[in-house]
């Protein structure tokens, strides 16, 4: 069946670029998405792309999308202690979620 | 606009017992969504209304839940005969066709413990 993946754990230190990383199967999928959930809150969107963009910036947030690897990352540069968290992504198809990335930050 | 809440923030219920949530979606949103999220994993999609009507329900959606969206405003979860694998967060989005991607905009959410 259709699946999306990430991988579990990333570990920067403050003022690097994380990357994050999720590949998805459903290629019909309209927009994909990355989301960001900090510890006892709610998920907060954070970005989205349509699936015939390849790159999208938004301040500090790169998303870049192969889609014919079915690919997607999410760039974060100069990394802070705040941007420690769980992101997910997901595929607007099914509304299909990734398992979550969580991100350290060490100062 | 607050944005999207959900009561309760925390229910503990005893096997068999029925519960039930709600969700207040932001106003004017036309769709919302519920979903349930356990430890370790990514939200997993129940079921998605659009104004009143319930359009799509997943599998992992059993006979013994149950959604309602009356007035195409609030939303009701239940949750019958619950049992312990019940136990869960259970999150509830909205989104605007209005809006390019659909975005959705979740709420805290409802943590379930099922004893």
């Given at each position: 069946g259709e699946d999306v993946e990430q991988s579990l754990f990333l570990s920067v230190r403050e003022g690097d670029s994380s990357v994050i990383n999720c590949t998805y199967t459903?290629?019909?999928?309209?927009y994909l998405y990355w989301y960001k959930q900090e510890p006892g809150a709610g998920l907060q969107l954070l970005t989205y792309i349509f699936s015939n963009m390849d790159m999208k910036q938004d301040q500090r947030l790169t998303v870049l999308l192969n889609k014919k690897d079915k690919h997607l990352s999410l760039r974060i540069a100069d990394?802070?202690?705040?941007?420690s968290a769980i992101y997910f992504c997901a595929e607007s198809n099914d509304m299909r979620f990734g398992a979550g990335t969580r991100l350290t930050v060490k100062p | 606009d607050t944005g999207v809440s959900q009561d309760p923030r925390h229910k503990i219920t005893k096997r068999g017992q029925n519960v039930t949530f709600r969700c207040d979606p932001i106003?004017?949103?036309n769709r919302l969504y519920w979903y349930r999220q356990t430890l370790g994993q990514g939200p997993e999609f129940l079921t998605y209304f659009q104004n009143e009507a319930q359009l799509e329900k997943s599998r992992l959606l059993s006979d013994r839940f149950s959604a309602e969206r009356p007035k195409g405003s609030f939303s009701t979860l239940e949750i019958q005969?619950?049992?312990?694998?019940?136990?869960a967060m259970y999150l509830c989005a909205s989104s605007s066709n209005r809006d390019t991607a659909y975005e959705q905009y979740f709420g805290p959410g409802t943590r379930l413990t099922v004893t």
């Open positions: 459903d290629s019909s999928s309209t990394t802070q202690t705040g941007d | 106003s004017e949103h005969r619950t049992e312990q694998g019940d136990s």
